[in-house]
């Protein structure tokens, strides 16, 4: 079983009946504890310590996380989430619209014994689930965590644009120990998006980009207001 966390900012520890299991440091990004074995039928007490440290750039104001918008606090879902022995703990895909090939690293974690693992890879288009291509490999997988890599080979790939945002989905699954476990990506794209010479290009095209910035905190000047002090607004 283990804990899943959407947001806790800044610093926190984490209790379950009395026994700690665990921490983080941060504050936007999810993050689990394993609680296997810990928790008793019936009520069960989670307890959490958070801290929110004043930051570099707020002073005593501020905390540890250059924004106007300091929240402190536990700021996103709390699950529990039962899970197999074998279990996929992640995925990477790293999609190269040059070649059409996705990298794929899957993270196996096995609460088991050592077993061979069949792992199956697949992408398809996201709106028509057209399967583009897949991949299998069979690969011992030690007790703990491992890491593991599949080459997913898309033909002709469609590549992602702002006026056509085409999408690919990649589905994982692990099997082994009796146990199998699915990991899906849902929105994946291929596109080369990138600075040449000063100026934004989208898949070897420059592009234009028009946008209403409505954060108003600047990491270095605090105020969001033009460097050049002759630019400054009145």
Same mark, same amino acid.
């Given at each position: 079983?283990? $804990?899943?966390? #959407?947001?806790?900012?800044?610093?926190? %520890? +984490?209790?379950?009946?009395?026994?700690?299991?665990? @921490?983080?440091? &941060?504050?936007?990004?999810?993050?689990?504890?394993?609680?296997?074995?810990? $928790?008793?039928? #019936?009520?069960?007490?989670?307890?959490? %310590? +958070?801290?929110?440290?004043?930051?570099?750039?707020? @002073?005593?104001? &501020?905390?540890?996380?250059?924004?106007?918008?300091?929240?402190?606090?536990?700021?996103?879902?709390?699950?529990?989430?039962?899970?197999?022995?074998?279990?996929?703990?992640?995925?990477?895909?790293?999609?190269?619209?040059?070649?059409?090939?996705?990298?794929?690293?899957?993270?196996?974690?096995?609460?088991?014994?050592?077993?061979?693992?069949?792992?199956?890879?697949?992408?398809?288009?996201?709106?028509?689930?057209?399967?583009?291509?897949?991949?299998?490999?069979?690969?011992?997988?030690?007790?703990?965590?491992?890491?593991?890599?599949?080459?997913?080979?898309?033909?002709?790939?469609?590549?992602?644009?702002?006026?056509?945002?085409?999408?690919?989905?990649?589905?994982?699954?692990?099997?082994?120990?009796?146990?199998?476990?699915?990991?899906?990506?849902?929105?994946?794209?291929?596109?080369?998006?990138?600075?040449?010479?000063?100026?934004?290009?989208?898949?070897?095209?420059?592009?234009?980009?028009?946008?209403?910035?409505?954060?108003?905190?600047?990491?270095?000047?605090?105020?969001?207001?033009?460097?050049?002090?002759?630019?400054?607004?009145?």
């Amino acid at each position: 079983s283990f $804990l899943r966390f #959407g947001a806790v900012q800044y610093l926190c %520890r +984490v209790w379950i009946n009395g026994q700690e299991v665990g @921490g983080h440091e &941060g504050a936007e990004g999810p993050f689990e504890l394993e609680v296997t074995g810990k $928790l008793m039928a #019936g009520t069960n007490a989670l307890i959490l %310590r +958070v801290e929110n440290p004043p930051g570099p750039f707020f @002073g005593k104001g &501020g905390g540890a996380v250059p924004t106007a918008y300091d929240m402190g606090g536990i700021n996103g879902h709390v699950d529990l989430a039962e899970q197999p022995c074998l279990r996929i703990a992640d995925v990477y895909a790293k999609p190269d619209p040059a070649t059409g090939v996705i990298s794929v690293e899957v993270t196996c974690d096995n609460a088991g014994g050592p077993a061979t693992v069949s792992l199956h890879a697949a992408v398809s288009e996201r709106k028509s689930r057209h399967e583009q291509a897949r991949a299998n490999l069979s690969v011992p997988v030690p007790a703990g965590k491992s890491v593991h890599h599949l080459t997913l080979q898309v033909t002709s790939p469609h590549k992602w644009d702002l006026d056509d945002p085409f999408l690919y989905s990649v589905e994982v699954r692990a099997a082994g120990n009796d146990d199998e476990d699915l990991h899906r990506i849902e929105r994946l794209g291929f596109r080369d998006f990138r600075l040449v010479n000063g100026f934004f290009t989208l898949n070897g095209r420059r592009i234009f980009l028009k946008c209403c910035h409505g954060n108003r905190v600047d990491p270095v000047l605090a105020q969001g207001v033009p460097r050049e002090s002759s630019m400054r607004w009145l």
